[in-house]
């Protein structure tokens, strides 16, 4: 384990989310399976609680780390995928880029989000949503199999027909509540390409454009899975050149099907001055958001809405677009939910769809004075759209602490409580979002 005196402490323990200050009592890096079995073993008998991370994307709630080792599962990345049953076993320190590569080689897709080097673990486990989720759901109803080391250091795989009740709550209820994953088995889908990319116009066409995005998701089939955002880019080098310095609207997404064309059709009659759609290989779709592929000093709110109606439109111009003086990279961002993200799954686990239509994120630097006004701009953000919302939270996407009664209903967060105190009933495991 690398404790505080050591000369690569600060390397260690910097995550992805490079604006989270954490300093733990140790931070140990498993290479396999018994490693890891290890180091839980001794945090618990050192009396300290174990936290586990992949990349770190969502790091921020962790809080206090001073009696507590970070376990990072990167050393924990091996990929297999089967295309004959059509599944991937990965470990806990994969990110998505590899995988849907290696997917993608037998004509096979994973339900992946937006960025290429989020942690599976995480992403999956959380939720998960996808360019294909308003057709094929959540991606954690995807996962077949969970595997783990727990409490006593034993070493465990949770599925449908072994430790059941355990494999429900890993599905939703925040994977580090229950011990220390180290490997995930999922279901992949024979998709090959989807009619997938983005358009791009000036910021100073927000209002038509958002107005006619609304208008076309309210009436969309379930194959179309899209996002409204607004980005303010930097003038760095490292932006792309059509993008640097430049306030614009970007509309992206994908659609499975030969309707795509005549779906978009309404939005490409605004003339964007960037139209990337077209029918791509599914691996492609994992990098048309455009996320950043390297550790951020970023950090964002984010809440579920019941609709977005004219009204709305009008507001998100007011508070995050040209005239609202907001300091964001991220002004506001609308995924389109509905369809499959919104219907249970009778076989799902604790968490198989989403409380809302819309997800609404907004982020900006946590760096020296521009993180207060981060603050006060997300807020007003999120403030703003209080009248389409009722305070439910997909947690995947929280990175401040909240209430898990606005992310579950309360039958179930009360199972998960107790599966929990089942399962870790000294309360070793330290998570992002503790139940």
């Not at 945090?43 to 001073?66: F, I, K, Q």
């Not at 049953?85 to 806990?92: D, F, I, N, S």
């Not at 109803?141 to 006593?152: F, G, H, K, Q």
């Not at 220390?180 to 983005?198: K, N, Q």
Request: charged share 20%.
């Amino acid at each position: 384990m690398i404790e505080p005196d050591s000369d690569s402490y600060e390397r260690a323990r910097t995550t992805w989310a490079l604006a989270a200050d954490l300093r733990p009592a140790a931070v140990a890096f498993p290479t396999d399976t018994a490693d890891a079995a290890g180091i839980v073993r001794r945090a618990a008998a050192e009396g300290w609680r174990v936290a586990p991370v992949g990349t770190g994307h969502n790091a921020h709630p962790l809080g206090d780390l001073s009696g507590s080792v970070l376990v990072r599962t990167s050393g924990l990345s091996a990929i297999r995928v089967n295309p004959s049953t059509r599944r991937a076993r990965v470990g806990a320190g994969a990110v998505w880029a590899p995988i849907v590569e290696r997917a993608g080689a037998h004509g096979l897709a994973a339900l992946h989000g937006s960025s290429p080097d989020a942690g599976v673990v995480g992403y999956l486990l959380g939720g998960g949503l996808s360019w294909y989720g308003r057709s094929k759901g959540l991606a954690v109803n995807s996962v077949t199999a969970v595997e783990l080391v727990t409490a006593d250091g034993g070493l465990l795989r949770a599925g449908a027909d072994h430790e059941p009740d355990l494999f429900w709550a890993l599905r939703g209820g925040g994977a580090a509540n229950f011990g220390l994953v180290t490997a995930v088995e999922f279901t992949l889908y024979p998709i090959a390409t989807a009619y997938a990319g983005m358009m791009v116009w000036d910021q100073r066409e927000a209002h038509r454009v958002l107005s006619r995005w609304a208008e076309l998701v309210e009436a969309a089939p379930e194959e179309l899975t899209t996002a409204y955002r607004h980005m303010n880019f930097p003038p760095m080098p490292e932006v792309p050149e059509p993008f640097r310095g430049r306030n614009l609207v970007i509309v992206d997404g994908a659609a499975l099907g030969a309707a795509g064309p005549r779906l978009l059709a309404p939005l490409r009659d605004l003339a964007p001055e960037i139209d990337t759609f077209a029918e791509l290989a599914a691996s492609a779709l994992v990098r048309i958001h455009m996320d950043p592929e390297q550790p951020s000093p970023g950090w964002g709110r984010a809440t579920l809405l019941d609709e977005f109606p004219p009204a709305a439109v009008d507001r998100l111009i007011e508070v995050a677009g040209l005239d609202s003086g907001t300091s964001l990279v991220l002004p506001a961002e609308i995924r389109h939910l509905g369809g499959a993200l919104s219907r249970p799954d009778r076989a799902g686990g604790a968490l198989s769809a989403l409380d809302g239509r819309y997800q609404l994120i907004c982020g900006g630097l946590m760096i020296g004075d521009l993180s207060k006004q981060t603050a006060v701009d997300t807020d007003r953000v999120i403030r703003a759209f209080g009248s389409w919302s009722r305070g439910r939270e997909y947690l995947n996407f929280k990175e401040e602490k909240v209430d898990l009664a606005t992310a579950f209903d309360q039958p179930t967060l009360q199972r998960l409580q107790l599966i929990r105190r089942q399962v870790d009933p000294a309360g070793l495991f330290q998570a992002n979002h503790e139940l």
